[in-house]
């Protein structure tokens, strides 16, 4: 590439091949990635320093890093700069200039930061020597980030031969990239009358408190006498309880938890899928996990957990086996959920002393799995007939 650039658009492009490579999504009109994992917040931020507003840079750093020691929201918040030293030239063009002598002066503001409990970490990307420098320790806490700067570096390092591709042309080339990235993840952008999970969830909420209402009146529950999992009166043809025990719950509790997972796994799956794919998942996973448990277990069963198990089969589809998985994990920090997902399934194996329906949990669980991968060939047979 010319050595020549505009600082602005050369950030923009650094970001723009970051966000694509690690999953984070601008913030502060796209001068700073940032992505949540967990209970930190992860930032990176790409600052053009020349050699005479190094010193400018190094004071600013050093002053946020002293006012973070009273405000401990900064103690949540992991920042990665990335520093790319320049040169000013005429008409506001840059050039790049060798990292070595930013190392050792940043060296000294790393240890004010981590003095402070600052939580940062500080990459010089030297793009005349192909090198990024870590100050003080050899990679990047973010494998991702590290491995997405290094090959921007390397991409885009000066040589004396350089390209003749300017920063404009690989700025439009990077964004279609994204942009076919997000087609690949399959990101729905359907018109929704109304949200189909907060539907179900006010549905069930709707039949427990009616329920409840009844039974302080009448002394029992008709919600639950006629639509539970009673394996017995199932075999005497009452096979809706199949279908009707989706909607009842315990208790309180019971349906608390069930409706906060399915809320949370209701907008992940709704960015992927329509509204009927979205009920197909729910409702065939949730009909497997009953029948599972229908030839399984000999007790009463109730409860939406194998319906919403089913939409954690989805996510783990999506995550690890789907066709664009990478993508898929880029596309959203879904390791949270994942891991709850995985730690309901195998509660209930390890519970004493508590009637947990594992064969509906992990039935509804590997329905929704199944699902989605049926989903996804349907998907891809109509692609391949359009074509």
Not at 18 to 30: K, L
Not at 99 to 128: R, Y
Not at 176 to 192: C, D, M, N
Request: with cysteine; charged share 20%; net charge neutral.
């Amino acid at each position: 590439m010319h050595n020549s650039f505009v600082a602005e658009e050369f950030i923009k492009l650094m970001m723009l091949s970051m966000q694509g490579d690690t999953g984070f999504v601008p913030a502060r009109n796209g001068a700073c990635l940032c992505k949540q994992e967990f209970a930190a917040l992860y930032t990176v931020e790409a600052v053009v320093v020349t050699s005479s507003g190094l010193g400018r840079f190094r004071t600013l750093l050093e002053d946020a890093a002293e006012n973070s020691r009273y405000d401990e929201n900064n103690r949540r918040i992991m920042r990665t700069y990335v520093v790319i030293p320049v040169e000013e030239q005429e008409d506001g063009l840059y050039s790049h200039i060798s990292g070595e002598a930013f190392t050792e002066e940043l060296k000294e503001t790393k240890k004010i930061c981590d003095s402070n409990g600052f939580l940062c970490e500080i990459a010089v990307a030297d793009f005349i020597n192909g090198d990024c420098h870590v100050i003080g320790g050899k990679r990047l806490g973010n494998k991702t980030v590290q491995r997405s700067i290094e090959t921007f570096i390397s991409e885009n390092a000066d040589t004396s031969e350089g390209e003749e591709t300017t920063v404009e042309e690989k700025l439009a080339r990077q964004r279609e990239k994204i942009r076919a990235e997000r087609r690949q993840v399959g990101i729905i952008r359907e018109k929704r009358l109304f949200d189909p999970g907060v539907a179900l969830i006010i549905i069930n909420v709707a039949i427990f408190v009616i329920g409840f209402i009844l039974e302080t009146k009448q002394g029992y529950d008709p919600f639950v006498k006629w639509g539970i999992q009673d394996n017995y009166l199932i075999r005497q043809g009452e096979v809706w309880r199949l279908f009707t025990s989706m909607f009842l719950h315990a208790d309180a509790a019971h349906l608390t938890g069930n409706m906060l997972m399915l809320l949370y796994l209701g907008r992940i799956t709704l960015r992927y899928y329509t509204n009927r794919e979205f009920f197909g998942i729910y409702f065939v996973s949730g009909l497997v996990g009953n029948i599972l448990s229908f030839f399984f277990t000999d007790y009463l069963s109730l409860g939406a957990s194998g319906a919403i198990m089913g939409l954690g089969g989805m996510l783990i589809y999506r995550m690890f086996a789907g066709k664009n998985a990478k993508q898929f994990r880029l596309a959203g920090n879904y390791a949270v959920m994942a891991i709850m997902v995985a730690f309901n399934l195998f509660y209930g194996l390890f519970a004493v002393g508590e009637q947990i329906d594992n064969f509906g949990h992990f039935g509804g669980f590997f329905g929704g799995f199944a699902v989605a991968w049926c989903i996804e060939k349907i998907r891809s047979r109509k692609e391949r007939s359009a074509q």
